[in-house]
């Protein structure tokens, strides 16, 4: 790979990554009073 593809490969991972944090701060965000979601009572007892 050039030097080009690594920036481009690199640049597009970590807009990925990104990319899911927002979108599962989002959900949590603009979830319902009230309401858990597995994962969340999966992390409390650990």
Known sequence: MS????????CFSISMVLMIFSSI???????PD?????????FKKL
Do not use: L, Q, W
């Open 3 to 10: 030097k080009k593809e690594k920036i481009i490969a690199i």
């Open 34 to 42: 009230g309401y858990k979601f597995r994962i969340e009572k999966i």
């Open 25 to 31: 701060y989002t959900i949590i965000s603009n979830k």
